[in-house]
């Protein structure tokens, strides 16, 4: 396994004023409510995308700003929700009001090109965020604000980067990515989307009456008695890079009834168990792993929904236990968790958001990894072919970016394909997880 210190890379970036691109043409204005699993506490903050491109010598002359810029509004036209604007109503609720006044879009330009970067991928995009991703003024709260920022910056060596703050109320990874893919095919020169986008969020609104069917550790509210809680200053984001090869060497580890567990299995049990020594928790602590598990497939939802379609089974153990047992164990966890979310699991949860008010993911002593490598940010294609790097670059914001990995399918500069896991910690125990997983590097 490889990693690297965070670096520091920065360089000069022009950039314009933020303005709004509102959709081609006119789109109803309208009052759309969110899901009961939209409009949860815990996916109100802004995710951080970005997509990286080489330059293409067969677009000489196009303007990717100006390709994507015009692309952009006439997505939107089919998209007309993400150019409202988010409201709350009675109870918290949360609803779009369909205005039509656009999303937020900044134009850039870098004076570096990707060659002087391209080594340090993806180990600097965090310390690069601020350049990448322009945080407008009113473009980073989740009420009454642009529910997309997107900033395309010109690099000196005519690729790009194309980033994104994502609302995650309105729209998840999937979602997200299909509207961006829509984007890449109307600047590829389409007239329309090949998946059309379908609203239809009463299909995750709960049940009448509501009723809790199963035990949802994943919402227990607990409290910090013991300071398990993690600051949400002073901490420093890094990523880790874990190869096949490395995946498959932990994977002989384990006993013959996990020899066929998943990748995604493998590193989540053995970043769980190792960002659990790091910081120090008490042995008699009780800690939980909950795992982002997508629901398309396992309830009825039609191919072209956008909404947040995802629960968050969680399984519960003691410091002790976790750390004190070989990986198997934290795999076996890993495994119960993701098994939780058959479809009458998947309406309790539903329920739990009206039963009991909403209520937050857990956030003593939890970790939330979600698996981003089969979503595909990294096979838009606006024209410029496939980015040669594309995800999230931290966990968010808010008391969630300390809680929250991502898995992201990355080659390194090597020419080397593996996944990289994104990483969020107080100081000292980033410190104490690199030095406990660096002698696995040799």
């Given amino acids: 396994m490889e990693t690297m210190q965070t670096i520091d890379f920065s360089f000069q970036v022009r950039k314009c004023q933020p303005e709004l691109i509102a959709p081609a043409n006119p789109t109803p204005y309208e009052f759309k409510q969110l899901s009961d699993v939209d409009d949860q506490q815990i996916l109100r903050f802004q995710v951080p995308l970005v997509n990286i491109y080489h330059h293409n010598p067969s677009l000489e002359g196009r303007d990717p700003v100006k390709v994507i810029k015009e692309a952009i509004g006439k997505a939107l036209v089919f998209y007309y929700p993400l150019a409202g604007r988010l409201r709350e109503g009675p109870g918290r609720k949360l609803f ?6 656009g999303i937020l879009f900044v134009e850039a330009d870098a004076d570096v090109s990707l060659e002087q970067f391209r080594d340090t991928l993806p180990y600097s995009l965090s310390s690069m965020e601020i350049n990448i991703i322009h945080n407008a003024l009113n473009s980073d709260g989740v009420l009454n604000s ?6 395309v910056t010109r690099l000196k060596c005519g690729g790009f980067i194309f980033g994104l703050h994502l609302n995650h109320s309105v729209a998840d990874g999937f979602g997200i990515v299909q509207f961006i893919k ?19 969020r009463a299909l995750l609104t709960a049940r009448d009456p509501p009723r809790i069917t199963f035990r949802h550790y994943e919402y227990d509210q607990v409290v910090d008695t013991k300071s398990t809680l993690i600051p949400v200053n002073n901490m420093i984001d890094q990523v880790f890079f874990f190869s096949q090869l490395q995946i498959s060497t932990l994977r002989k580890t384990l006993p013959a009834h996990l020899h066929d567990c998943s990748s995604f299995e493998v590193f989540a049990a053995y970043v769980w168990r190792l960002r659990t020594i790091a910081l120090q928790f008490k042995p008699e602590e009780e800690v939980r792993f909950l795992c982002v598990v997508n629901i398309r497939s396992k309830i009825d939802i ?7 379609a995802i ?13 004190g047992n070989p990986l198997g164990y934290a795999i076996d966890l ?8 058959t479809t009458e699991y998947i309406k309790s949860m539903v329920d739990i958001m009206v039963i009991k008010g909403r209520p937050c993911l857990t956030t003593v002593g939890s970790f939330i990894m979600s698996d981003v490598t089969r979503i ?9 072919e496939k980015a040669i790097f594309g995800g999230p670059i931290t966990g968010g914001s808010g008391i969630i970016r300390g809680m929250t990995s991502f898995c992201i399918p990355f080659m390194n500069r090597n020419g080397e394909k593996g996944t990289v896991i994104t990483l969020c910690l107080p100081p000292p125990a980033m410190e104490r997880f690199r030095e406990m997983f660096m002698p696995h590097c040799k």
């Avoid at 779009?96 to 006044?101: I, K, L, N, W």
């Avoid at 642009?146 to 900033?151: G, V």
């Avoid at 629960?311 to 750390?323: D, E, M, S």
């Fill in 96 to 101: 779009v009001e369909c205005t039509g006044e």
């Fill in 146 to 151: 642009p529910l997309l920022l997107i900033q």
């Fill in 182 to 200: 829509a984007t890449a095919e109307i600047a590829r020169g389409a007239f329309a989307p090949s998946i059309l986008p379908v609203w239809q």
């Fill in 302 to 308: 039609p191919l072209g929904y956008y909404g947040n």
């Fill in 311 to 323: 629960v968050f089974p969680a399984v519960i153990t003691t410091v002790a236990k976790l750390c």
């Fill in 334 to 341: 890993i495994r119960k968790a993701k098994a939780k979310a």
């Fill in 376 to 384: 595909g940010f990294e096979n838009v294609d606006f024209g410029w």
